[in-house]
């Protein structure tokens, strides 16, 4: 059988296109970073702490070295908490008892890039959204939108409890 011009090119085409899929398929796949935190955002919080319910009004402010939360407990108390950079966190209430308590962690509030270093879980949806997912200090899972980038739900892990 005679070669044509035209086998030739078909030939060829073939040998390059699966040159392009071997190498291709070689390329180890980039795995996406989480998005860091504005310097400073509100965002308004539902917790649920095992049945225990609150709304969270956060106000995270990074430039400044605060994070302020006013957080309403179902059928509870509206509680203040005002924590600083240095570690130093105030809770008060401003009802007729006008508590107030001072606590010292070792750490501040969380910075912009506090996520750094997480590892990569793959990709799961919650509530309608498409989320990256990333587990963090081993008790932490952190989802974020795939399209915004914004954080749709953490998941804290006490207790060996997942």
Same mark, same amino acid.
């Given at each position: 059988?005679?070669?044509? =011009?035209?086998?030739?090119?078909?030939f @060829? &085409?073939?040998?390059?296109?699966?040159?392009? +899929? !071997?190498s291709?398929?070689?390329?180890p796949?980039? #795995? %996406?970073? =989480?998005a860091?935190? %504005?310097?400073? &955002?509100?965002?308004?919080?539902?917790? /649920? +702490?095992?049945?225990s319910?609150?709304?969270?009004? *956060?106000?995270?402010?990074?430039? /400044?070295g605060?994070?302020?939360? !006013?957080?309403? +407990? #179902?059928?509870? $108390?509206?509680?203040?908490? @005002?924590?600083?950079? /240095?570690?130093?966190?105030?809770?008060?209430?401003?009802d007729?008892? $006008?508590?107030?308590?001072?606590?010292?962690?070792?750490?501040? !509030? *969380?910075? %912009?890039?506090?996520?750094?270093?997480? /590892?990569?879980?793959?990709?799961?949806?919650?509530?309608? &959204?498409?989320?990256?997912?990333?587990? $963090?200090?081993? &008790? @932490?899972?952190?989802?974020?939108?795939?399209?915004? $980038?914004? %954080?749709?739900?953490? !998941?804290?892990?006490?207790?060996?409890?997942?």
């Amino acid at each position: 059988m005679v070669s044509t =011009p035209f086998h030739s090119i078909i030939f @060829l &085409f073939l040998v390059f296109y699966a040159g392009v +899929k !071997i190498s291709v398929a070689d390329e180890p796949e980039t #795995q %996406p970073v =989480p998005a860091s935190w %504005p310097e400073q &955002f509100h965002a308004l919080m539902l917790m /649920n +702490k095992s049945g225990s319910i609150e709304i969270v009004d *956060l106000w995270y402010d990074w430039i /400044n070295g605060r994070n302020f939360n !006013i957080i309403q +407990k #179902q059928l509870g $108390k509206l509680t203040y908490d @005002l924590e600083w950079n /240095n570690g130093t966190s105030f809770y008060y209430t401003l009802d007729a008892s $006008k508590t107030c308590r001072t606590v010292h962690f070792e750490v501040g !509030i *969380l910075r %912009p890039n506090w996520l750094d270093g997480a /590892n990569y879980l793959g990709q799961r949806n919650v509530s309608g &959204f498409l989320c990256n997912v990333w587990e $963090k200090v081993d &008790f @932490l899972w952190y989802y974020e939108d795939v399209v915004t $980038k914004r %954080p749709v739900q953490w !998941i804290f892990y006490t207790d060996n409890c997942r």
